[in-house]
């Protein structure tokens, strides 16, 4: 699997060195620039579909590679059958890949609205659900938990695995659009989390069930695409910002860490499965609690816009952007440090 990894991340950077400034072009023709809001920091009137690119870079190498390497075909046509009592259903492998791609396609189409003339917050919640369901209806779900001290593992119950779903992915898709607030910070964050979750699924690929192989495998190819595709829209995202990657991007690249991790990592079903994720996206995971909290003290609604996110708070202080950025990119690496650490511990 070593070929299939290297390509992975090359083929979707290069794809989305071209793909990035075609969606500029794109995004010029469709008239889809940044407007001004109270979340700015500062206003450039630069285009916000960046994100797009980073999308299609992401699924054309996804095609390439299941087209040309069998070895992955074999890993998606593997099955499995998951019991809920007296339901019982079957999870292929390949079938989950179909659903993140139809829930990216309505990510895609809800972040292009949302960046051409503003979706409001509430009705954005709600599709992120659909959303969310659309990835469940396929196989994409937090399934269950290994009990503390115990190799015994416990399936949830399907409504507790739809509400812990909706949850996780939703909550990383706003939690990547809230950082997306300084040039470069949030494709970053994103990049380093991609690649601790990659290590981290390679090392969890030790264990001897055939299905939690299969899904880390998922998982890896998946993380790595990300890297790459993500890669390639930094060279034209880091401060100065040539350009954005808007709700579009910000949105789907929280769809993906959420079915990244859902589909691999959280398969293990340790306690601690659950808390690597969140430690790897800590900036921005204490960035949505404290705004939540905030707004909530206030009256606010959770959804309304402001300057107090950490961000902000540094670059009042004095603190450059491009400080700003480097620091958080620190931080996050050094949480993921940890992550990686933990599991090899684990093994």
């Known amino acids: 699997m070593f070929k299939v990894y290297v390509v992975c991340f090359f083929l979707s950077f290069f794809f989305s060195i071209f793909f990035v400034p075609f969606s500029n072009f794109l995004a010029k023709k469709l008239n889809i620039y940044d407007r001004p809001s109270k979340r700015k920091i500062k206003f450039r009137k630069l285009t916000r579909w960046g994100g797009f690119g980073i999308f299609l870079s992401f699924f054309l190498a996804l095609v390439a590679i299941v087209k040309f390497f069998p070895e992955v075909n074999e890993i998606l046509k593997y099955k499995y059958v998951l019991t809920w009592g007296d339901y019982q259903e079957t999870i292929v492998l ?151 990657m808007g709700d579009t991007g910000a949105l789907w690249l929280g769809l993906i860490i959420g079915c990244i991790t859902t589909v691999g990592i959280l398969k293990s079903g340790a306690i601690m499965s659950f808390v690597l994720p969140i430690l790897v996206a800590g900036i921005p995971f204490v960035d949505v609690v404290a705004a939540i909290t905030r707004r ?45 650490t933990i599991v090899a511990l684990r093994r």
């Open 94 to 244: 390949g079938k989950q890949l179909l659903g993140i791609f139809f829930a990216s396609l309505i990510t895609i189409i809800v972040g292009t609205v949302d960046d051409r003339s503003g979706v409001p917050a509430l009705v954005k919640f709600l599709l992120q659900i659909i959303i969310a369901y659309c990835v469940m209806d396929y196989g994409v779900r937090i399934l269950g938990i290994t009990l503390p001290f115990s190799n015994k593992y416990i399936v949830f119950p399907r409504i507790l695995t739809q509400i812990l779903t909706v949850l996780w992915i939703c909550g990383f898709m706003n939690m990547v659009n809230l950082a997306d607030g300084v040039d470069g910070l949030a494709a970053g964050i994103v990049f380093i989390a991609g690649l601790t979750f990659f290590i981290t699924s390679i090392l969890q690929k030790q264990t001897g069930a055939p299905h939690i192989v299969g899904q880390l495998a998922i998982s890896a190819i998946l993380s790595l695409l990300l890297c790459g595709s993500v890669a390639g829209f930094l060279i034209y995202n880091f401060y100065p910002a040539k350009l954005f």
């Open 296 to 340: 909530i003290k206030k009256g606010e609604p959770i959804g309304t816009p402001d300057k107090r996110h950490l961000h902000h708070l540094l670059l009042n202080s004095g603190w450059t952007e491009r400080e700003v950025v480097l620091f958080f990119y620190v931080i996050t690496l050094f949480l993921s440090i940890i992550s990686i």
